[in-house]
Structures are given as structure tokens and as C-alpha cells.
């Protein structure tokens, strides 16, 4: 759902994700994308070429390392991300529309935990 409604703006759901961390957290090093997003670093170099392709992300030498790359929305991108739907709005409208608002409270409580817990089993600090 998220990638039809992104489709009209000729952007992928990754895509949206990294002009979202730049729109909303400012720049950002391309390393700790990897971290934040939980993908690849391949992936998300194809992701940031595309975007700095298409103008809306620059792509600089970091000025400590210049082998990392700082990244920028520009203003082009942020025109863009001003005008783009929230596709995770409307995916939980149309997931939870008529849902009871207890049962949402118990589920978010129970995704949480199990959200927590393989994070800290990832890390290494719980090896059960």
C-alpha cells in the first residue's frame, strides 16, 4: 500500500523513509542511515544515488573523513517532502479503522515488548 501511494510521486517506500530522517532530524551521515533504517548499506547507497539523482538530496565528503558522506535534503527535496501524503497515516486508518481503542492498547503494548526484546537479542544483550 505504502509503495501505491508514493508511486504518483516517483518515489519507493526507502526512499521515503531517508527524505523523512533528512526532512524531520536534518542532515544526517549516510553511516547511521544504515543503523537507523535497518537496511544494507548497498541498499541504501542505490537509495541515496537515486535521490541525489533526481535533486532531492545532496550528497557531500564529510569534513573530518572524507571517505563518509554527509546528507542534506535540498530544496527540492523538502518542496517534494511538503507535498507528499503520510503513507503510514493512511495505511493505519485503513489497517485499524473500527478497531477497539483497548484492544489497539493492548496490541501496541505487546508489539513494543516483542519490538524491545529482539532488539536487545540483536545486540547481544540477551543471548536466550
Known sequence: ?????????DLGSTQWYVLSQLANSGPTMQ????????????TLSGVVAT????GLVDQTPDS?????R???I???GMKLWKSLPDPTELILAV??????????????????????????????GDQA
Open 51 to 54: 535521490l541525489v539523482r533526481k
Open 95 to 124: 489497517a485499524f479503522n473500527g478497531a477497539d481503542p483497548a484492544e489497539l492498547a493492548t496490541a501496541r503494548r505487546v508489539l513494543q515488548a516483542a519490538t524491545q526484546r529482539l532488539n536487545e537479542h540483536i545486540s547481544g
Open 64 to 68: 573530518k573523513d572524507q571517505r563518509q
Open 1 to 9: 500500500m505504502m509503495d501505491s501511494v508514493l508511486r504518483p510521486y
Open 74 to 76: 535540498t530544496r527540492s
Open 31 to 42: 553511516r547511521d542511515l544504515v543503523r537507523i533504517l535497518q537496511i544494507e548499506r548497498a
Open 70 to 72: 554527509m546528507l542534506r
